[in-house]
């Protein structure tokens, strides 16, 4: 049996796509990526480092379609007799993944952060009650579909670039229309940044986001903000950060002037390590964070940002 993951490719691939591959490798079946849209042939072809045998791309099918995604992935695997499908858990796969469950009559795992479990089934491990717990979620059916919550796994290099086939997914006729579309800014997406820098009311205007930048740049970290610092237009929507917001996993995740209210550690907490810097002792953010600074934000990014600067510059 073979293995699809569904990679999404429209802004070229990123790590969520190695890693979605990686994590099929791991299962041990042959794997076999899908994807939609006019992606350069030879980018595509690195999906065989990290496992894939090959790749096929229906070039017809709107990207931006999830009805025709949808038909798309499951010609892929009627062709395949695939019996098991892997998403990165973003957007694309909470609007693809339920319809392709419903087409397939297969069982869905929503954000799964481990390896599945074969021992007297298939089960994986995800986050419940906003990440404040675990559960283990068994799937019963004899196809099954996968979304891996992103940074839940190391893309590992295997093998070398595999072959790219052009497919016909009988996708039909698109019924969306795209009239413009707006990228996000900045030059790390937020999803797969392994380094965060996060602020919130704390710096009690936009005008003061410098040093949050300035630390950002430093630490090749992507930035973000809580939800009433984009509500009020300091920072774009696409840098919240929370249950609200996008869900992030970073190796770190440094919060300056926010209190921590549990629907913003809903989108954070499965950071592997965070810091908060807070002139409030109380601040529920101490409560949940590896390290705690009681100070204020203006003395203390700063003095921090030149630390790394002298780090860096003693590290070239």
């Not at 994807?35 to 090959?54: F, I, P, R």
């Not at 970073?250 to 002139?279: C, D, F, M, R």
Request: aromatic share 6%.
């Amino acid at each position: 049996m073979s293995t699809i993951v569904y990679i999404s490719s429209n802004n070229g691939l990123g790590k969520s796509a190695f890693e979605a591959v990686t994590y099929a490798k791991k299962m041990g079946e042959d794997v076999i990526a899908v994807t939609v849209g006019n992606a350069d042939s030879n980018v595509l072809a690195e999906l065989g480092q990290y496992g894939a045998t090959k790749v096929l791309v229906d070039r017809n099918a709107n990207s931006d379609d999830d009805q025709q995604i949808t038909k798309v992935i499951a010609s892929a695997v009627s062709s395949t007799s695939a019996n098991k499908v892997v998403f990165s858990h973003d957007l694309i796969a909470k609007a693809v993944a339920p319809r392709l469950s419903v087409r397939l009559k297969a069982g869905l795992v929503a954000g799964a952060i481990s390896l599945p479990s074969t021992d007297g089934g298939f089960s994986c491990k995800v986050n419940v009650f906003s990440g404040k717990a675990f559960g283990n979620v068994t799937v019963k059916t004899e196809n099954k579909i996968i979304s891996l919550l992103p940074n839940s796994i190391q893309p590992e290099i295997t093998g070398a670039n595999c072959s790219v086939e052009d497919f016909n997914g009988n996708a039909g006729d698109s019924k969306v229309k795209v009239l413009s579309t707006k990228k996000p800014e900045g030059e790390i997406s937020l999803p797969e940044a392994e380094l965060v820098v996060s602020a919130g009311r704390g710096l009690k205007g936009p005008e003061n986001w410098g040093m949050i930048e300035d630390l950002a740049k430093e630490l090749g970290a992507a930035t973000a903000c809580s939800r009433p610092v984009a509500d009020i237009g300091w920072r774009p929507h696409h840098e919240h950060v929370g249950q609200t917001g996008v869900a992030i996993r970073p190796n770190l995740y440094i919060a300056v002037g926010i209190s921590g209210a549990i629907q913003h550690l809903a989108g954070v907490n499965g950071s592997k390590v965070i810091v908060a810097i807070n002139t409030d002792a109380e601040a529920p953010f101490f409560k949940a964070a590896d390290y705690g600074v009681i100070g204020d934000a203006f003395d203390v990014v700063p003095k921090l940002v030149e630390a790394v600067k002298k780090f860096n510059a003693s590290n070239n």
